[in-house]
């Protein structure tokens, strides 16, 4: 199983860039595709981006795309999100989750081991 733990929110402005982190504190991290989610207050959780347990295939939002990036390493058991040109309504609770087919999904439903998540918030 993976025990996933995010890192790396804060408060910054408009059009500023942010790296989120998750660990992965088990043996099992590069058999799954990793994946984020993000939730807004009064929102539902909703697909940010997702990657492959090799890495050769990602999958991005039409809102984050081209902005947003994740990369992992199945070395170090981790995988980021790197945000870019940051907007107020990318405000939210960011969530990193496992995905067991390995493949990747756009569907948050299709993740688990969801970590405590990490709020990232955007000043206009």
């Known amino acids: 199983q993976v025990q996933l733990v995010e890192s790396g929110g804060g408060l910054v402005q408009t059009g500023d860039s942010l790296k989120l982190s998750c660990a992965d504190s088990?043996?099992?991290?590069?058999?799954?595709?990793m994946g984020w989610s993000r939730q807004a207050p009064g929102k539902e959780r909703e697909f940010v981006a997702a990657?492959?347990?090799?890495?050769?295939?990602?999958y991005y939002a039409d809102s984050v795309k081209g902005r947003f990036t994740i990369p992992r390493n199945n070395a170090k058991n981790t995988v980021h999100l790197q945000m870019n040109s940051l907007k107020p309504e990318d405000t939210a609770v960011y969530y990193c989750?496992?995905?067991?087919?390995?493949?990747?999904?756009?569907?948050?439903?299709?993740?688990?081991?969801w970590g405590q998540g990490t709020q990232v918030t955007v000043s206009s």
């Open positions: 088990g043996h099992t991290f590069s058999n799954y595709a």
């Open positions: 990657i492959s347990w090799t890495g050769s295939s990602t």
């Open positions: 989750a496992a995905e067991s087919s390995g493949l990747g999904s756009r569907s948050s439903a299709d993740f688990f081991s």
